[in-house]
């Protein structure tokens, strides 16, 4: 079974830029949830989707937006980079609204210029 | 903002012996997890712990609970040079809320 998978990998952009991330979560996952890792803290949580809708909004900027398409993957675009975007972002699936467990992928490393 | 809180932020030890971190949070919960991170890649859950139950074991892990001091220890028990990683913990405070996790803590298991 594949688990959650993210693209790119690593991604170097300058100030000002405009990214997009993607995430595919794990196969009949239909919740994906969002992080950012900043080097040496713990996750921070970003957004969470089901079924197409945000269903969370942690404490990030409106330069951050997100959606989750009908095959439940999902993109985090930001917009106007700032250095201190520069972080790790992971994303995490889980089955279904309410289920504890999450699972991470691998992350896309960003890096801000 | 972080609610968990892990202690020690590093700790170093030899293969064999056992490692404990400690995790305090501030608001009441729903369950508490822990995770590792290899070499800031992807988070692996390990154990989850409900707020009503008080000990769980997995393997060479064991997670207590303890609500009315709001804090968690994971001990791993005759660690293995694999073992190293950073360790989180992470707070839900229903079912459908997202995690918050603390900083971590820093194991480096040395053969």
């Known amino acids: 079974d594949a688990g959650v998978t993210q693209s790119p990998t690593h991604l170097i952009k300058t100030r000002g830029q405009q990214v997009t991330l993607r995430c595919s979560p794990i196969?009949?996952?239909?919740?994906v949830s969002w992080y950012q890792q900043v080097l040496g803290q713990g996750p921070q949580f970003i957004f969470q989707?089901?079924?197409?809708?945000?269903?969370g909004r942690g404490n990030f900027p409106d330069r951050f937006s997100a959606r989750q398409f009908p095959n439940y993957s999902s993109e985090l675009n930001v917009n106007a980079l700032l250095l201190g975007d520069s972080a790790l972002y992971l994303c995490?699936?889980?089955?279904?609204?309410?289920?504890?467990?999450?699972?991470f992928g691998p992350g896309t490393r960003l890096t801000v210029l | 903002s972080q609610q968990g809180e892990e202690d020690p932020q590093a700790l170093s030890i030899q293969e064999g012996e056992n490692a404990t971190m400690n995790c305090s949070y501030k608001?009441?919960?729903?369950?508490l997890q822990w995770y590792r991170q290899n070499s800031g890649r992807g988070l692996v859950h390990l154990i989850l712990i409900r707020s009503n139950e008080r000990e769980k074991h997995s393997g060479r892990l064991r997670v207590t609970l303890d609500t009315s001091k709001k804090s968690s220890s994971l001990l791993i028990t005759a660690s293995r040079a694999a073992d190293t990683a950073s360790y989180f913990c992470?707070?839900?405070?229903?079912?459908?809320?997202?995690?918050?996790f603390g900083k971590g803590t820093r194991l480096s298991v040395i053969a």
């Open positions: 608001t009441s919960i729903n369950n």
């Open positions: 992470a707070t839900q405070r229903s079912g459908n809320t997202p995690l918050v």
């Open positions: 989707y089901y079924e197409k809708e945000e269903r």
């Open positions: 995490a699936s889980s089955l279904i609204l309410g289920y504890n467990e999450q699972f």
């Open positions: 196969s009949g996952h239909k919740s």
